[in-house]
């Protein structure tokens, strides 16, 4: 009798921990979208709205606002990752006067001998 007793009892403290509210699952970051291709047209026009990929790169030292690519030598480093190239030799940063720096695109120009764009006009 006693056995059970104590089976019962077993049965309601389990159904008891199998009703209590569980927290929910976190939820799944959604990535955000690759930015819009850039033509170099739009890169002389300040009204064009770009996205700016923060990814770690760092501007060199006194380096004046404005888009450089790799081969400018205006950047120390280049960062972990832009949507949508494989090659930072390619890619367009923007640099900020404090230091500041992110990816807005990859351009094929930046691979030419003479690199554009380098920086402000």
């Known amino acids: 009798m006693r056995l059970?007793?104590?089976?019962?009892?077993a049965l309601v403290f389990i159904m008891a921990h199998l009703t209590m509210a569980n927290p929910a699952p976190a939820p799944i970051p959604i990535p955000a979208p690759d930015p819009a291709p850039v033509s170099?047209?739009?890169?002389?026009?300040?009204?064009?709205?770009?996205a700016c990929v923060v990814n770690?790169?760092?501007?060199?030292?006194?380096?004046?606002?404005?888009?450089y690519c790799w081969g400018c030598n205006a950047h120390?480093?280049?960062?972990?990752?832009?949507?949508?190239?494989?090659?930072?030799?390619?890619?367009?940063?923007?640099c900020g006067d404090r230091?500041?720096?992110?990816?807005v695109n990859s351009l094929a120009s930046c691979t030419y001998a003479t690199?554009?764009?380098c920086g402000p006009a």
Do not use: H, I, M, T
């Not at 002389?44 to 709205?49: A, S």
């Open 56 to 67: 770690g790169c760092k501007c060199r030292a006194g380096v004046k606002n404005g888009q």
């Open 40 to 50: 170099a047209l739009d890169l002389d026009n300040p009204l064009v709205k770009r």
């Open 76 to 94: 120390s480093d280049a960062g972990n990752w832009f949507p949508g190239s494989g090659d930072y030799k390619s890619w367009v940063f923007q």
């Open 99 to 103: 230091g500041e720096c992110c990816v």
């Open 115 to 117: 690199p554009s764009p």
């Open 4 to 9: 059970l007793a104590l089976f019962s009892l």
